[in-house]
């Protein structure tokens, strides 16, 4: 058995989405003579390295981050190499045959978590693929950079389409030493009263 931890390192150097907080870990104490702790304080956004978008990230009346049921985001999931694609459109997606409940695609964007720099130029999910894994009722679809959506996108259409379905989104992988296949996830993410979203530890067991 092989673990492949997928999840990037939070960091005050992490990148993050324009308009989402820097990361901040600021000391509180540190070990001592009386014998104090090292402590800290974290302050980040939800949506910040690898996490997971809920339905309620953008329906009022969705699920929230912490009611989604963990066999969603425990169990078979499949890793598609979409190679150096801009976008993953239908014609690209079509030709795999995804099989598993949850995917989570490799692309380009995987090399881009070396730059310090956040970067525009990522390959995204089209609203015409979203709309098709909707269809097949997917408990998860994944991707290895901030968002599944095109950069400035006016509207998130990619996400809706999968959120109305019900299908998880997960963000922020990091996928660069992973091959193309079967695996067993296991993303758990932080369990954050109504949350819209929540960073995650996720893994991909190789048996």
């Not at 609203?127 to 991707?143: D, F, H, M, Q």
Request: charged share 25%; hydrophobic share 40%; proline share 7%.
């Amino acid at each position: 058995m092989k673990i492949h931890d997928i999840s990037v390192r939070i960091s005050p150097e992490l990148v993050v989405y324009p308009g989402d907080p820097p990361v901040e870990i600021v000391p509180l104490t540190q070990v001592g003579p009386a014998g104090d702790p090292n402590t800290s304080r974290l302050c980040l956004s939800t949506h910040t390295g690898t996490h997971i978008d809920p339905p309620y990230h953008l329906l009022p009346d969705g699920t929230k981050a912490n009611e989604i049921p963990l066999d969603t985001l425990i169990g078979e999931c499949e890793v598609v190499d979409i190679g150096i694609e801009d976008e993953i459109t239908l014609p690209v997606l079509q030709r795999h045959k995804i099989t598993a409940e949850r995917v989570i695609f490799k692309t380009k964007n995987s090399f881009l978590w070396e730059r310090k720099e956040f970067s525009r130029n990522y390959t995204y999910l089209s609203t015409a693929a979203a709309e098709y894994l909707a269809t097949r009722k997917l408990k998860l679809v994944g991707i290895d950079y901030l968002s599944i959506e095109k950069f400035d996108a006016k509207t998130l259409q990619s996400h809706l389409a999968l959120l109305k379905a019900g299908t998880v989104i997960l963000e922020g992988v990091n996928l660069s030493y992973v091959k193309p296949g079967k695996y067993e996830l296991f993303c758990l993410p932080l369990k954050i009263k109504d949350g819209d979203g929540a960073p995650a530890r996720a893994v991909l067991i190789e048996r």
